[in-house]
Antibody, heavy 121, light 110 residues
Framework: QVQLQESGPGLVKPSETLSLTCVVS?????????WGWIRRPPGKELEWVGS???????YYRPSLKSRVTISVETSKNQFSLKLSSVTAADTAVYYC??????????????WGQGTLVTVSS | QSALTQPPSASGSPGQSVTISCTGT?????????VSWYQQHPGKAPKLMIY???QRPSGVPDRFSGSKSGNTASLTVSGLQADDEADYYC??????????FGGGTKLTVL
């Protein structure tokens, strides 16, 4: 059974960088699929943040592209999210996820439980 | 990119059928066959119910079905059961290499 678990600070100061890691178990990242981050700000809809392929190709939400970096560390079977220059608008529950191929519309077949990140001084 | 439009709530009695709509534009739902649906119970991670408009992943009951007409995709839950009570979200691919979610629908089993 594929499982994903997010970890990282729950509180980040404005203008700093939000960093989260997702550890994957039950499947080897280097074997395929896409690996992504989704967030839900309080009271708002889910929002795709970005994805990375098993080979390292990255795809980012256009409105976040200048601030987002997603990377994969196959030796640890994990992938990471960095979001720079955060503001209160980046406060959200962040989910990591496994995504199917482009031919399946990048549907998300496994999700982490989610972790709340609050941006506040 | 604007979020897809879903009704905030839907309801039905046990055994009945309920359909949840997801309306986008000719640039997302209307153009691509890449619409997926997710079920989320409180405090739980979302679960994939439908992908590519109407495909069911292994393990998802055939009471759940998906369809699309024009710019609107739909999720139908037949033979409603108490455990179907949850939030449901749609997701569509949109060019180029972008994804957009619906606002979510809270399904209540009366």
């Amino acid at each position: 059974q594929v499982q994903l678990q997010e970890s990282g600070p729950g509180l980040v100061k404005p203008s700093e960088t939000l960093s989260l890691t997702c550890v994957v178990s039950g499947y080897s990242i280097s074997s395929g699929y896409y690996w992504g981050w989704i967030r839900r700000p309080p009271g708002k809809e889910l929002e795709w943040v970005g994805s990375i392929s098993y080979s390292g190709s990255t795809y980012y939400r256009p409105s976040l592209k200048s601030r987002v970096t997603i990377s994969v560390e196959t030796s640890k079977n994990q992938f990471s999210l960095k979001l720079s220059s955060v503001t209160a608008a980046d406060t959200a529950v962040y989910y990591c996820a496994r995504q199917m191929s482009y031919n399946n519309g990048w549907a998300i077949d496994y999700w982490g439980q989610g972790t709340l990140v609050t941006v506040s001084s | 990119q604007s979020a897809l439009t879903q009704p905030p709530s839907a309801s039905g009695s046990p055994g009945q059928s309920v359909t949840i709509s997801c309306t986008g534009t000719s640039s997302d739902v209307g153009y691509y066959k890449y619409v997926s649906w997710y079920q989320q119970h409180p405090g739980k991670a979302p679960k994939l119910m439908i992908y590519e408009v109407s495909q069911r992943p292994s393990g998802v009951p055939d009471r759940f079905s998906g369809s699309k007409s024009g710019n609107t995709a739909s999720l139908t839950v037949s033979g409603l059961q108490a455990d179907d009570e949850a939030d449901y979200y749609c997701l569509s691919y949109v060019a180029i290499n972008n994804l957009v979610f619906g606002g979510g629908t809270k399904l209540t089993v009366l």
